[in-house]
T-cell receptor, first 113, second 115 residues
Framework: KAGVTQTPRYLIKTRGQQVTLSCSPI?????VSWYQQTPGQGLQFLFE???????NKGNFPGRFSGRQFSNSRSEMNVSTLELGDSALYLC????????????FGSGTRLTVV | AQTVTQSQPEMSVQEAETVTLSCTYD???????LFWYKQPPSRQMILVIR??????QNATENRFSVNFQKAAKSFSLKISDSQLGDAAMYFC????????????FGKGTSLLVTP
């Protein structure tokens, strides 16, 4: 079956702009999580959605938001981009909220200039 | 919040040899899940092995096995018969069984496999 699909793979944006990243989970998976990966901070949890509801949120400013659609696809939005938002953004899906392990996508590499 | 510590930023192993990657974690919970993920240069995080805290038996997946010491809060990964394709970043991760659905990751260990 198809894996977790993230689009786009690469993105370059200017400070102050906003960006939307997309994630399509594995078919049948209702839980989608987002992570930010940077060399300095490592992997940090952004938020998790299950059946269109945000169940958990990490310690990120309100500029970071997300949503999940009825088909379980998820989007993540970052407004008023800052240079420090440059990172690899990883999406992960799970059937049950992660107890059996998450399946990750290949990520979106966001560069803010 | 639970913290996960990987004390070895880099490790090196020769092909066909065995290597052990260390991971310790801090928690007051009794039930949780532990994972090892592998991230090759392709960037995709791949689940290597999973352990449920209430299970005493150490998990194994082919050449990969763990040494889970609950009292010591230690969760090391052993890779046997190392292959060139094992070269990657390895991340240890913790997930609570009670609160939230987030994975808490360690900083990672970069594994180099030499011929």
């Amino acid at each position: 079956k198809a894996g977790v699909t993230q689009t786009p793979r690469y993105l370059i944006k200017t400070r102050g702009q906003q960006v939307t990243l997309s994630c399509s989970p594995i078919s049948g998976h209702r839980s989608v999580s987002w992570y930010q990966q940077t060399p300095g901070q490592g992997l940090q949890f952004l938020f998790e959605y299950f059946s269109e509801t945000q169940r958990n949120k990490g310690n990120f400013p309100g500029r970071f938001s997300g949503r999940q659609f009825s088909n379980s696809r998820s989007e993540m939005n970052v407004s008023t981009l800052e240079l420090g938002d440059s990172a690899l953004y990883l999406c992960a899906s799970s059937q049950d909220g992660g107890g059996t392990g998450y399946t990750f996508g290949s990520g979106t590499r966001l560069t803010v200039v | 919040a639970q913290t996960v510590t990987q004390s070895q930023p880099e490790m090196s192993v020769q092909e066909a040899e065995t290597v052990t990657l260390s991971c310790t974690y801090d928690t007051s919970e009794s039930d949780y899940y532990l994972f090892w993920y592998k991230q090759p240069p392709s960037r995709q995080m791949i689940l290597v092995i999973r352990q449920e805290a209430y299970k005493q038996q150490n998990a194994t997946e082919n050449r990969f096995s763990v040494n889970f010491q609950k009292a010591a809060k230690s969760f090391s990964l052993k890779i046997s018969d190392s292959q060139l394709g094992d070269a990657a970043m390895y991340f240890c991760a913790y997930r609570s069984a009670y609160s939230g659905y987030a994975l808490n990751f360690g900083k990672g260990t970069s594994l180099l496999v030499t011929p």
